[in-house]
């Protein structure tokens, strides 16, 4: 079946500019609206709206999903860890970021090791890029840490994950890359949509849950 591509998109390829860069580029703000729906109208509050959408586009960038979730997790287990084996040092905050990513980047190196001798070459493979974005978590996590905790730090860091693999399904998801491909300029109702997101004041879906014995005394 032949795909319905879209003049604008073919004046952009023949200008050289590749296919796998457009279509992510037009996938961003789709993604980018689906993170503010679900942190303002369902209340998944994870690291920010910047923080999901770079890791969503980190695990198109890894051989496979679960690569890119075990290098979340590493990144993630590796900072908390450290922060306990740290804190008695009492360092300043810039130095005690410095060392964490330092031993978290010997950690994923590990890692690549281990999977090209277990003959796990989509692991061993990984480009330094969506490592590299990964690794840039520790410092978010860490503030997060330090400010509020490690419970609120792993239930943020818990949500930035579910968040980013829904996002990539949706980033993966053929039919809607053939839509994009046909009509790229329906990204631009991701305008409209996001104004009424952004003028939604009433609950959000979480609350009504977590203030549902008060809401049933009303």
Do not use: C, D
């Not at 023949?14 to 457009?22: A, F, L, Q, S």
């Not at 090209?116 to 890029?129: C, E, H, M, W």
């Amino acid at each position: 079946m032949e795909l319905n591509i879209s003049p604008i998109i073919h004046f952009f390829t023949n200008e050289g500019v590749p296919i796998e860069t457009i279509i992510l580029l037009l996938m961003l703000p789709i993604i980018a609206t689906f993170i503010a729906f679900l942190r303002q109208v369902v209340g998944i509050k994870a690291f920010g709206i910047y923080t999901p959408l770079i890791i969503t586009f980190a695990f198109l960038a890894t051989n496979g999903l679960r690569y890119g979730v075990a290098i979340f997790l590493a990144v993630i287990f590796i900072g908390m860890l450290m922060r306990f084996v740290m804190k008695p040092f009492r360092l300043l905050y810039l130095p005690r970021v410095a060392i964490m990513l330092t031993i978290v980047s010997l950690t994923i190196l590990v890692m690549l090791v281990l999977g090209g001798n277990q003959r796990r070459t989509g692991l061993a493979s990984v480009s330094i890029f969506p490592i590299l974005i990964m690794i840039t978590l520790v410092e978010k996590f860490v503030a997060v840490q330090i400010e509020k905790g490690n419970k609120t730090a792993l239930i943020l860091a818990f949500e930035t994950l579910i968040i980013s693999i829904f996002g990539f399904y949706i980033a993966s998801w053929k039919p809607l890359i053939e839509i994009l491909i046909g009509y790229p300029w329906l990204i631009l109702l991701t305008i409209p949509m996001n104004i009424v997101i952004g003028k939604w004041t009433g609950l959000r879906i979480s609350e009504y849950f977590r203030f549902r014995h008060i809401i049933k005394q009303l």
